[in-house]
């Protein structure tokens, strides 16, 4: 990675566009933690973004302003991406502070029964673009002030896109399933192993998430064998 001398460029990822490209916009389910082995990602997690700084891969990029984002108090998703019409590969991606944008108010003539939800998304401006170019990845955007209260490092712990179970918490967790022990109580373990809740760096659903995943893996499974033994007997 390094960060070019010549003169700032912005760029929107909008005056990109061509006619073999196109945008997609608020993906908003992509995962943003750690890869799958829960190990960091080949870069300086400490490094600050800036224009015209150069990634070697894409994953880089998303973990050094993760790593930021993390440090700053706030969490990131995807917002738009570019990808060529012809064979949709990859070759923009802007990554957006995670209270951009407004709710949309469906709803907004029916009488709302219950207590009123809060507030998630402000219309913060706080993000950073990247274009592909040849075989890296640069930062053609960046914003960097917030116009909402950053939270703090403990906090920020909690948002989804910091949370992540380590593979040492996931032999605990299926060690302690094995036994019949329920989410709600190995969360307790994992807390107590951890000096407290905030130091975990997961919350209870995500564990329900890891065990119901994985148990839907091994029906998929079963099933297949049953399949496969059905066709060759």
Request: with cysteine.
């Amino acid at each position: 990675m390094s960060a070019s001398n010549e003169e700032p460029e912005t760029i929107s990822l909008y005056d990109m566009m061509d006619d073999e490209s196109e945008i997609n916009e608020d993906q908003n389910d992509v995962d943003l933690s750690l890869n799958d082995s829960n190990q960091p990602f080949a870069c300086n997690r400490h490094l600050e973004p800036c224009l015209n700084m150069v990634f070697d891969k894409l994953e880089d990029a998303k973990a050094c302003y993760n790593a930021y984002a993390r440090r700053k108090g706030f969490g990131i998703r995807v917002n738009h991406t570019r990808k060529t019409k012809n064979d949709r590969i990859l070759v923009g991606i802007e990554y957006v502070c995670s209270k951009e944008g407004f709710r949309r108010r469906r709803d907004e003539d029916t009488e709302r029964i219950g207590p009123e939800r809060a507030e998630t998304r402000v219309g913060c401006k706080a993000m950073i673009g990247l274009k592909k170019i040849e075989d890296s990845w640069v930062v053609c955007k960046f914003v960097e002030d917030h116009n909402h209260e950053l939270l703090t490092p403990k906090s920020t712990s909690m948002l989804r896109g910091h949370r992540v179970i380590t593979n040492a918490q996931r032999n605990l967790i299926d060690t302690l399933n094995e036994t019949g022990i329920p989410p709600s109580k190995i969360m307790s373990v994992l807390s107590k192993e951890s000096g407290g809740d905030y130091n975990v760096g997961c919350i209870p659903v995500d564990i329900q998430n890891y065990l119901g995943n994985k148990r839907r893996k091994l029906l998929q499974d079963g099933d297949a064998q049953g399949r496969y033994k059905y066709f060759i007997e």
